[in-house]
């Protein structure tokens, strides 16, 4: 791990923020399921792509010769999960969690592979935050830069 210019050290607790993004897109993934049943495989696909970023964040974590961060028992929503509605605004939150976590990543690393990973990263969570708004009947559909504050 280097130091200077803010390499690897930094990158290592950015990406540190993206394994616990990740972790709670997949818990959310999972209490969610159970109240979405007309866009189920879009629920499924949200909780394989997420599974799939964790792993792969764990691995660099490791190649870096860090410790990843464990998952929580549990992930406390915005609001209560006990409707369709409410399933889906848990999920517009946690990919918009994701999308700042991985913006966090890009603005925190030089390494032209880390950063390769992290706009993909940010770029799926956003596409999908962007499907449940749609599917919530939100507007705006998107978010102009995604990862940022709004306002």
């Not at 390499?7 to 616990?20: F, R």
């Amino acid at each position: 791990m280097r130091e200077p210019g803010g390499g690897v050290v930094v990158s290592v607790e950015a990406v540190q923020e993206a394994l616990a993004a990740e972790h709670a897109a997949v818990w959310t993934y999972g209490l969610v399921s159970a109240f979405i049943t007309q866009q189920g495989a879009a629920v499924a696909e949200g909780a394989t792509a997420h599974r799939a970023r964790r792993d792969t964040t764990e691995r660099w974590l490791r190649d870096q010769g860090a410790t990843p961060t464990p998952p929580a028992a549990a992930y406390l929503p915005p609001t209560p999960v006990d409707s369709a509605a409410s399933a889906i605004a848990a999920l517009i939150a946690v990919e918009t969690d994701a999308c700042v976590a991985w913006r966090g990543v890009l603005e925190r690393t030089d390494d032209a592979t880390l950063r390769t990973s992290a706009l993909d990263a940010l770029t799926t969570s956003a596409v999908r935050a962007t499907r449940w708004r749609k599917a919530a009947g939100l507007t705006p559909l998107s978010i102009t830069f995604p990862g940022t504050p709004v306002g």
